[in-house]
């Protein structure tokens, strides 16, 4: 007797990562690229490059035996909601995962083929502050990545050499940041800097938190500090909603 199964609540496809590295240091063109931001780079004092910054320079100082191989790699990590539908309805949902490798330079890393979907997430609704167990597979690969490493073949020196890899950064808008992080991004105290500290005023009327008093992260000389008139959230209008400028956002 066949039972009827129900179709599944979510589903989860994971496509290995490191895989898909060990293929392009096998590639003798993409090996060379994987390496332009130590031998490519020109060095000139301005910031063109994640390399250019002090993130980058830290985490060389902070873990030297990484940072004095060129070839181990630093990517970012990226994802959000959509609807693959186009269209507003709210039945169904897809998570893509997708790491950005920030080795190549400016003009690659962006490129099709350098931006890797490693999860797409399936299901009729988001997988909110829950997404970390979805996310197992893919943390797995990064532990190892970066407690073990993993014997690559490089097609360009032609040598074997133990290819280590780290998580440098997440792209992401605010409410995909509080699902990433675990972090509350809603409500008086949403600020991750301020925390505790975040200036906010409770609305009488229009019953919203707004936030107050962030210009004194601007630098003094900062244009923003001379828009006097522009709204703070400490009154409210009845009137057409004046855009807040960019120092009343966080």
């Not at 209008?237 to 960019?246: F, M």
Request: charged fraction near 20%; charge should be positive.
């Amino acid at each position: 007797m066949k039972t009827q199964r129900s179709p599944p609540a979510k589903v989860l496809w994971y496509l290995p990562i490191i895989p898909r590295f060990k293929s392009h240091f096998a590639n003798r063109d993409d090996a060379k690229d994987l390496t332009w931001h130590a031998n490519g780079r020109n060095s000139d004092g301005m910031v063109c490059h994640p390399a250019d910054c002090s993130q980058w320079k830290k985490i060389d100082g902070l873990y030297s035996d990484f940072g004095k191989e060129a070839r181990n790699l630093r990517f970012g990590l990226t994802s959000d909601g959509m609807n693959p539908y186009g269209n507003l309805s709210t039945q169904h949902s897809s998570w893509p995962v997708l790491l950005v490798i920030y080795n190549l330079s400016p003009w690659l890393c962006m490129k099709q083929k350098y931006m890797m979907l490693s999860m797409m997430i399936s299901g009729p609704r988001q997988p909110g502050n829950d997404i970390d167990v979805y996310l197992s597979p893919l943390i797995e690969d990064l532990r190892k990545l970066w407690d073990e490493g993993v014997l690559v073949f490089d097609g360009f020196r032609k040598e074997t050499f133990e290819m280590c890899a780290m998580l440098f950064c997440t792209i992401n808008d605010f409410p995909a940041y509080g699902n990433l992080s675990g972090y509350s991004v809603k409500g008086h105290h949403a600020c991750t800097i301020c925390e505790e500290d975040t200036s906010y005023i409770q609305l009488k009327h229009g019953r919203k938190t707004m936030y107050t008093r962030h210009r004194h992260f601007l630098k003094p000389h900062h244009p923003y500090r001379r828009l006097k008139k522009a709204f703070n959230g400490s009154q409210e209008h009845k009137t057409a909603p004046i855009p807040l400028t960019g120092e009343q956002v966080l």
